[in-house]
């Protein structure tokens, strides 16, 4: 007889109640022997126990299966709520030992991976009491909203669109089209958290960092106003120009996501100019004073924005079509940048829709840095407007990786 096909369930279903039953051990330590309900070894059981039941069921013995497992979660169930009762215990460890019957139930079933990957999720969750409370507690009204709204976003529509080519020249295909929403504010929204979590405490530079990840413009707007109505000049500049220097990794990031193809040249454009942004950047940091952490920009997830910017990029990809039977590749390049000058996310998000064959990757890797230089330019003038003269080494920093990056749109024009 083959046993292995049983064995691996079962000795799978072990090690799930072995996993969250050490977490959890170790968690109950301090608890006198003899008052807990489940241990490590009970956790263990549980898993072994589940892995069974799940075997038994796979044997069209389901009813079986059934009997056994309904006494097991009625000890669970009797034993934790005299528990819970008596020394107001929560209820975390009870529901981690039903989880742990189901994932050994799972496995028994047939799908070990799914199983011993749920019991690793499982005890990170649980391993992670600590954090996540002290996560909530940073978290305001507003976030918790903007964290409902990307779960909207995210999950609640996403599964339900069509995957097909619709609307005006077959441009519109709603499941990619809503995909890039979740991946273009899901890229906000978690930098926001990122600074929400780490910017007030490590001050202006780590602000500057993480909130240029999701707008390197906004970010550049709040220190330049900083900036602009202090006496003394802080880490501000530094700030300013290390922001913009992280604009230079998002483009790649989508660009790598969205529009594979173009990636080598947009490399061999942009690198030069990011490694310039950063040396300057890293420079004026050297330079500063410490500084608390300005204000974080604003939240960047609501529902509203979030359709306008799908309705922007359905919008592009039908002119995208049209361009590409009319004028060829030149007038896409063209589009893409007049695009870019409003939005580079959509740019990139419009050359992702495109086919490969309708413009060559190195026209569009130009296209998408002169959306870079315009929007360097924007940033350039907001620094200079409201910080005046106290903004000039974070421009000189702007200016400097601009020309690089011009320089490179140069070059690469003698190349077609």
Same mark, same amino acid.
């Given at each position: ?27 109950? @330590?301090? &608890? @006198? ?26 044997? %069209?013995?389901?009813? =079986? ?18 528990? /819970?009762? #008596? ?10 030992? +039903? ?28 391993? =992670?009491?600590? #954090?996540?409370? %002290? ?5 305001? #009204? ?57 910017? &007030? ?5 780590? /602000?500057? =960092?993480?909130? $240029? ?6 970010? /550049? ?5 900083? +900036?602009?109505? #202090? ?28 529009? /594979? @193809?173009?990636?080598?040249?947009? +490399?061999? =454009? ?55 039977? @009319?004028? $060829? ?88």
């Amino acid at each position: 007889m083959n046993w292995y096909p049983q064995a691996l369930p079962a000795a799978t279903a072990v090690a799930c109640g072995l996993l969250i039953g050490i977490e959890r051990g170790w968690k109950l @330590r301090k &608890e @006198r022997s003899g008052t807990r309900v489940a241990g490590v070894r009970t956790f263990t059981l549980l898993g072994l126990f589940g892995g069974l039941a799940g075997l038994i069921a796979t044997q %069209r013995h389901d009813v =079986l299966a059934a009997i056994l497992l309904i006494p097991a979660v009625t000890i669970l169930v009797i034993g934790y709520a005299r528990r /819970t009762g #008596e020394d107001r215990e929560d209820s975390t460890t009870p529901i981690a030992a +039903l989880v742990t019957l189901a994932l050994g139930f799972l496995s028994g079933t047939g799908l070990p991976g799914l199983a011993i990957a749920g019991a690793a999720l499982v005890t990170f969750v649980l391993a =992670l009491r600590v #954090e996540l409370h %002290r996560f909530i507690e940073k978290m305001d #009204e507003a976030d918790v909203k903007a964290l409902a709204r990307y779960a909207v976003i995210a999950a609640a529509v996403l599964p339900f669109l069509p995957n097909g080519h619709y609307g005006p020249l077959g441009a519109w295909n709603p499941q990619r089209l809503w995909l890039v929403v979740v991946l273009v504010t899901g890229f906000s929204f978690f930098g926001y958290v990122a600074n929400r979590i780490f910017g &007030e405490r490590h001050g202006t530079i780590a /602000t500057a =960092l993480i909130g $240029g990840a999701y707008s390197s413009t906004a970010v /550049t707007q709040s220190l330049a106003q900083r +900036l602009g109505s #202090e006496k003394q000049a802080g880490a501000e500049p530094a700030g300013i120009a290390l922001a913009t220097a992280v604009m230079y990794l998002r483009i790649p990031v989508l660009i790598a996501v969205l529009a /594979t @193809r173009v990636l080598p040249p947009i +490399l061999a =454009l942009i690198v030069p100019a990011s490694i310039v942004a950063w040396a300057a950047g890293f420079w004026l940091y050297r330079k500063a004073p410490k500084a608390v952490a300005p204000t974080p920009p604003g939240n960047p997830i609501a529902l509203l924005p979030a359709l306008g910017f799908v309705a922007f990029v359905a919008v592009a990809a039908v002119i995208a079509a049209w361009a590409q039977g @009319r004028f $060829g590749q030149s007038g896409i390049a063209v589009l893409l940048l007049i695009i870019g000058t409003m939005d580079v996310d959509v740019a990139i998000v419009t050359l992702g829709s495109l086919a490969p064959e309708a413009i060559s990757p190195l026209l569009a890797a130009m296209a998408i840095s002169g959306t870079a230089i315009a929007n360097m330019a924007v940033k350039i003038g907001i620094t200079l407007v409201y910080a005046r003269r106290k903004g000039l080494s974070a421009a000189v920093a702007m200016v400097s990786s601009t020309l690089v990056l011009a320089a490179g749109i140069a070059v690469a024009f003698t190349q077609l």
